[in-house]
Nanobody
Framework: QVRLVESGGGSVQPGGSLTLSCEAN???????MGWFRQAPGKEREGVAA???????NYADSVKGRFTISKDNAKNTLYLQMNSLKPEDTAMYYC????????????????????????WGQGTQVTVSS
């Protein structure tokens, strides 16, 4: 069993930055991990996923603004969010695949959430002036 705990959410003005963290007690090494978000009244959407640096992928809406990374020594997944917009307001969730043999799905695919086995409780990000 893997337990995921997110932190780092908060309120920020448009154009600001936040860094989300996700601590995984089951480890992050060689596992695909991702970030998803869900705004009120909207469906959950994939934001970014990573197994190794060269295999990370992003939703078009965050490319160039968000960066996903892992620190395997700290068992922690990060999401650096820059140039935040009001439409980035959502609950952000960390997710992990169970198998070290599984790659990452295209995170923007509608079915991508179904590929992840473990989920955190979420951390709220609010972008507002």
């Amino acid at each position: 069993q893997v337990r995921l705990v997110e932190s780092g959410g908060g309120s920020v003005q448009p154009g600001g930055s936040l860094t989300l963290s996700c601590e995984a007690n089951g480890g992050t090494f060689n596992k695909c991990m991702g970030w998803f978000r869900q705004a009120p009244g909207k469906e959950r959407e994939g934001v970014a996923a990573i197994k190794e640096v060269r295999t990370s992928n992003y939703a078009d809406s965050v490319k160039g603004r968000f960066t996903i990374s892992k620190d395997n020594a700290k068992n922690t997944l990060y999401l650096q969010m820059n140039s935040l917009k009001p439409e980035d307001t959502a609950m952000y969730y960390c997710a992990a695949r169970a198998s070290v043999f599984a790659g990452c799905p295209a995170i923007s695919a509608p079915s991508s959430a179904g590929d992840f086995d473990y989920w955190g409780q979420g951390t709220q990000v609010t972008v507002s002036s």
